[in-house]
């Protein structure tokens, strides 16, 4: 027999020794999900759980405002759901974090309508099980980047942005679907639970075609400072786009001031003094202190003594 229960953070629907999370109570704009509620164990997020749009008034007020619509922001979800529920982030436009496990075995139509903000998920994955990962990504057509956290190790991945457009073939009288971009070509890589690396790196030169500069930067970057299940090959390949593209990787890597990024471009693919001098120049107009220090620290280790041996020569 299932019953609905409250507390100051939540409301759920009780079945059996299960829990259906009804509606979320908070003063910030983070939903983070527990394993279990007063015991039971929260398997489900009901239909328009987090949509302004409620498909279940509340039973009575908590004293907090419920925590939906443009005010969620994140949402992290346990490894126990196994399911989430139709149009349950319906429209929920400024959410851009999800956290969660691959065993999610169900989504329900139209759970992430609206959501064109969502830019970045943490994503766990529990081998060997049914899940919907790859349906969430086909839903979230935007551009996404994943830390994908295996049992033996992490990876960095960026899946492109993609959608779809109905294209009439007047002859035929008939709709053609024609997919843009080269997103979908990536999500297409998830084999039921199980993403092939080998499949995904072999996408990068679709991505070079049809990806602007900055998505492709990061997308070598992603995979190489995070090479889990990385071939030497597709480690050659993604180095080689970046030392042939230092002006782009220059401008990628003032506009994300990572240092760790920069590191790993200076002394993995400059191999010139010429290319250092690029990236030196472009981040001299910007003035980025702790960028300059390194990268003059890197040629004076590396070039300057070749230089000045150059110059007495002539």
């Not at 279940?56 to 989430?84: N, S, Y």
């Not at 759970?111 to 994955?125: L, P």
């Not at 506009?255 to 990024?261: I, P, R, S, T």
Request: proline share 3%.
């Amino acid at each position: 027999m299932e019953q609905r229960q409250k507390n100051k953070e939540f409301e759920i629907k009780v079945n059996g020794d299960s829990a259906i999370i009804l509606r979320c109570f908070s003063y910030g704009e983070s939903a983070v999900i527990p394993r279990e509620i007063d015991g039971y164990r929260v398997t489900e997020i009901a239909p328009y759980a987090f949509s302004a749009h409620m498909d279940h008034p509340p039973e009575e007020e908590t004293g907090q405002d419920a925590l939906c619509g443009e005010r969620l922001e994140e949402i992290v979800l346990p490894d126990t759901i196994e399911k989430i529920g139709r149009y349950a982030f319906y429209n929920c436009r400024n959410l851009k974090r999800l956290k969660f496990s691959t065993d999610i075995r169900d989504i329900g139509a139209g759970a992430f309508t609206g959501c064109h903000q969502i830019e970045k998920m943490d994503v766990t994955v529990v081998p060997e099980k049914r899940s919907c990962f790859r349906e969430l990504l086909i839903e979230i057509g935007e551009e996404q980047e994943v830390m994908y956290h295996c049992p033996d190790g992490d990876a960095k991945l960026i899946f492109p942005e993609y959608f779809e457009e109905a294209v009439e073939n007047t002859p035929a009288r008939i709709l053609v679907t024609k997919t843009h971009g080269s997103g979908m070509w990536y999500r297409n890589c998830i084999v039921k639970n199980e993403l092939q690396f080998d499949q995904y790196d072999k996408r990068f030169a679709w991505a070079v075609e049809n990806e602007q500069e900055e998505v492709v930067v990061a997308l070598a970057f992603a995979r190489l400072l995070y090479p889990y299940r990385l071939a030497e090959d597709a480690k050659e390949q993604y180095e080689g786009y970046l030392k042939s593209h230092v002006e782009n990787v220059s401008e990628y890597l003032l506009k994300k001031k990572d240092m760790e990024l920069l590191t790993y471009y200076v002394e993995h693919c400059i191999d010139n003094v010429d290319n250092l001098r690029v990236l030196i120049d472009m981040v001299g107009i910007t003035g980025e202190a702790s960028m300059m220090s390194y990268l003059m620290e890197q040629y004076h280790q590396r070039f300057a003594v070749t230089e000045k041996k150059k110059k007495f020569e002539l």
